[in-house]
């Protein structure tokens, strides 16, 4: 399925990936009230690997969240900045590499500064962000 995500959101996600994200909050219940969680994509290991390597290239091998350098990218996973659940895709502007630890720790938790542009996508009319979880 093919989503279509306001311009904002995905200017919002690029400008916050740019540097750290240490402004983590719960995601508000507002985004999910009503909608069924999606069901989970993998990616095949190839395609991990691959996204990998461009995420490497486009942000810097290091941690979104703590900085942590990776001497081996095999060492990185890959993280949603908008959960997956809420998107339901893989599209590369939403991903950033993470260690371990704050993958975890960061679960379904947003950047702060996503939730404004995400309550003003949702708030225009448009529900296109959750269309994926619809
Ligand atoms: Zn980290």
């Known amino acids: 399925m093919t989503i279509n995500v306001p311009d904002e959101v995905i200017e919002a996600v690029h400008e916050i990936t740019a540097s750290r ?10 985004f999910t ?6 069901k989970r994509q993998k990616l095949s290991s190839k395609r991990v690997k691959g996204t990998r390597f461009r995420l490497a290239q ?11 350098k990776f001497s081996d990218l095999t060492q990185a996973t ?4 908008i959960p997956h659940r ?5 599209q590369s502007w939403n991903l950033v ?3 371990e630890p ?5 679960g379904t938790m947003i950047p702060e500064r996503l939730v404004p542009v995400l309550c003003a996508a949702l708030l225009s ?8 979880v619809a």
């Open 125 to 132: 009319g448009s529900d296109r962000v959750l269309k994926a």
């Open 78 to 81: 890959i993280d949603h900045v």
């Open 21 to 30: 994200i240490t402004d983590l909050v719960p995601l508000p219940d507002l």
């Open 33 to 38: 009230w009503g909608h069924a969680v999606p």
């Open 102 to 106: 704050c993958n975890e720790a960061k």
């Open 97 to 99: 590499l993470a260690c």
């Open 86 to 90: 809420l998107v339901g895709h893989w």
């Open 58 to 68: 486009r942000l810097g091998p290091n941690c979104a969240y703590c900085g942590h």
